[in-house]
């Protein structure tokens, strides 16, 4: 038996190959869902839940991981106001992004959580209110 299809044959079924190549090419590697509105930050919420870099360590989480990680102890208020985009909504327990850096560390490899929380340090960082930094983080991720 030849390992050669007739050229008959490949162009009956090469048709069939591309379209299942442009189906194949528009997953992603996490689930983006839509919605409503962001919580409000919660008075006083601080970042003692937050996996600290010694707990991050003992997981092997490294250095940009730790680094995000301090970024949202840095502003819990900030991060406590803002939705993730990543799905994680449904998981028991949650309530916002701070809460993806919690004990069960589930941030520590969620490139949506992750970004969401960088761009949110950043603009944080400059200045910009908690309004400011939920627009950007809607524009990028919505």
Known sequence: ???FISRRRFLSVAPLALVGTAFASRRVSA???PMDAHPE???GITAE???TVEQLGARGADDRV??????VREMPEIADGIDCYCGCAVRPGYRSLLTCYYEDGMATGCPICQGE???AHRRWKDGQDLDRIRRAIDARYA
């Open 31 to 33: 689930p983006i869902v």
């Open 41 to 43: 930050p919660r008075p």
């Open 1 to 3: 038996m030849s390992d």
């Open 49 to 51: 839940k937050v996996m």
């Open 117 to 119: 929380a960088e761009l």
């Open 66 to 71: 730790k680094g995000i990680f301090e970024m």
